[in-house]
């Protein structure tokens, strides 16, 4: 039962820092498209530099949504143990 007890607590901590990188990386983004869009008048590198933070920033909130199904995965496995 302690070993339950302790997979839970590692469990929810891996949420709550999967969950504070994702809140960092969208904050980073937000100020850099913040900063770029009041240093930089030219349309056409604000494109491009957009394009290239959308990119980053779905790839950043893909690599987290996996983390999140890998934490799932470990939830319903100890779902099944506390069952048995």
Not at 9 to 17: A, D, F, H, N, Y
Not at 28 to 42: M, Q, R, V
């Amino acid at each position: 039962m302690e070993k339950i007890k302790f997979k839970i607590e590692l469990l929810s901590k891996r949420i709550e820092i999967a969950k504070s990188k994702l809140l960092i990386f969208s904050a980073g983004i937000a100020g850099c498209w913040a900063f770029l869009s009041t240093n930089y008048e030219k349309i056409d590198l604000l494109v491009i530099v957009s394009l290239i933070l959308i990119f980053i920033f779905g790839l950043g909130v893909t690599m987290n949504l996996f983390r999140f199904s890998i934490i799932i995965d470990e939830i319903k496995k100890l779902e099944k143990e506390l069952n048995e």
